[in-house]
């Protein structure tokens, strides 16, 4: 049973290598894969249209049809520059740096975080004695949406916590009340933006000082003097008699201003 049966197999092996002596298991392999998924790809425009669509996939290898594909998404569109206008483009910038802000909430007794981005301190003229005004401005990174919008002012505090975090007064956006905020930054851009603040405070206090003393000065009335009220001859004769008689020293009587 065992020689007839290798006689078989024998057999076999003749006559497969007989009628396909040039076969070989594994040849063109990726050939076949190729032509098997540009078929599959054809049958899968056929009903999801898409831009593959305009891409000849016959007769073509599949690095071909990824450049062909490539070559039609990627156009480029010529788009219009839009101009963003910002409000500050009559403000002079004097420092920007990029920060955390608080608001101090008084009913929970907590710091509430307003958000990140980019916070500018901007310098405006002024018609008053060639005075500054000075402004915060900070806008949210990404969207750019307005945190913070307030003017600089005599009465308002500032306060550093720490080397990276410093506390002020401002007008807040949503109720335009003053509220505390809190502002993080790193050591060197907390000390840059105090120092500027604190400078332009007393800037615009000392100013203050000056303009009222100036209008205390203007609204000051001018000393009164009364008018010389002089008694007639008589009235005066009749007080220098009087007076001679009471034993006292003729001299120099002076009446409201007059000299007798």
Not at 64 to 78: H, N
Not at 167 to 194: G, H, N, R, W
Not at 197 to 214: C, M
Request: charged share 25%.
């Amino acid at each position: 049973i065992f020689v007839s049966f290798r006689n078989q197999l024998t057999e076999d092996q003749t006559f497969l290598n007989g009628t396909h002596s040039d076969f070989v298991f594994g040849e063109n392999m990726v050939e076949r894969v190729l032509t098997f998924l540009l078929e599959e790809l054809q049958d899968f425009l056929l009903f999801f249209p898409s831009p593959l669509e305009t891409i000849s996939v016959t007769n073509t290898t599949l690095a071909e049809s990824a450049a062909a594909y490539t070559s039609k998404v990627a156009q480029k569109y010529l788009l219009d520059k839009v101009e963003v206008i910002t409000g500050e483009e009559a403000e002079h910038n004097v420092l920007q740096i990029n920060c955390k802000l608080f608001v101090f909430n008084k009913i929970s007794q907590s710091w509430i975080e307003r958000g990140r981005g980019s916070l500018r301190l901007n310098d405006t003229s002024s018609n008053k004695c060639g005075t500054i005004q000075s402004r915060l401005v900070m806008r949210n990174q990404g969207s750019m949406r307005l945190l913070l919008n307030s003017k600089l002012w005599t009465q308002m505090v500032i306060e550093r916590v720490n080397y990276k975090s410093l506390c002020i007064t401002a007008t807040d956006l949503e109720d335009y009340s003053v509220k505390v905020f809190l502002i993080q930054a790193s050591s060197k851009d907390t000390s840059y933006l105090y120092a500027a603040i604190h400078h332009r405070l007393v800037a615009l206090r000392s100013f203050a000082e000056q303009e009222s003393d100036a209008n205390q000065t203007e609204t000051e009335p001018e000393t009164a003097f009364q008018p010389l009220n002089c008694d007639s001859d008589e009235e005066e004769d009749e007080k220098i008699t009087q007076g001679e008689s009471a034993g006292s020293t003729p001299g120099r009587w002076r009446h409201w201003g007059c000299y007798v």
